[in-house]
């Protein structure tokens, strides 16, 4: 099975991302972002580890805004397996110090998890302008793993809603961009 799963979307535009973890105010430029966890019917079920960044069109840069694991694991045992999330962890992911302040969290139930970000806040700062991709992965233990690509380029010109599917490990992604 291919894990990547591509979504075109021609002139799709998402805001300079800042983590907030919270709603953005009313007219604030970013993203509000809701990563759906599917409820698989399997013997043995865990919770996907699942990371969110954004690296630039000819990947040679990656910058983390989410990574939900196992943060309180005993002796940080939840890291162990953060490998696991393969292109976020090829990217960014093992050089970055854990936990990381506004973007680690725990693993999240199955269900429609919300999390939004500001243009100029951390983590991402001021997004250069130019063309880049969302990525979403999810790997679980006993299970599988999957991304999800969504180009956009920066700055946005009119407020856009994205989405995309994941087949097994991630079902809908919807990205409200604001300007």
Avoid: C
């Avoid at 409820?39 to 990947?59: F, G, M, T």
């Amino acid at each position: 099975m291919d894990i990547n799963h591509r979504v075109i979307l021609s002139g799709l535009s998402i805001g300079a991302l800042g983590a907030s973890g919270l709603a953005a105010p009313a007219g604030a430029a970013g993203i509000d972002l809701t990563v759906t966890i599917p409820q698989l019917k399997v013997a043995e079920y865990h919770r996907p580890y699942v990371a969110i960044w954004i690296e630039s069109k000819d990947s040679a840069a990656a910058k983390t805004v989410a990574i939900w694991y196992e943060a309180k694991n005993k002796d940080n045992g939840g890291q162990t397996w953060l490998r696991d999330v393969r292109q976020w962890w090829r990217k960014s992911g093992r050089t970055l110090k854990l936990p990381a302040d506004g973007i680690s969290g725990a693993t999240r139930a199955p269900g429609a998890q919300k999390i939004s970000f500001m243009a100029g806040r951390a983590p991402m700062g001021n997004l250069a302008p130019g063309n880049y991709e969302l990525v979403v992965e999810a790997a679980r233990e006993v299970g599988g793993r999957e991304a999800l690509r969504l180009p956009f380029a920066w700055p946005p010109k009119a407020a856009q809603t994205v989405r995309a599917a994941g087949k097994t490990e991630l079902g809908a992604i919807t990205a409200v961009i604001k300007p």
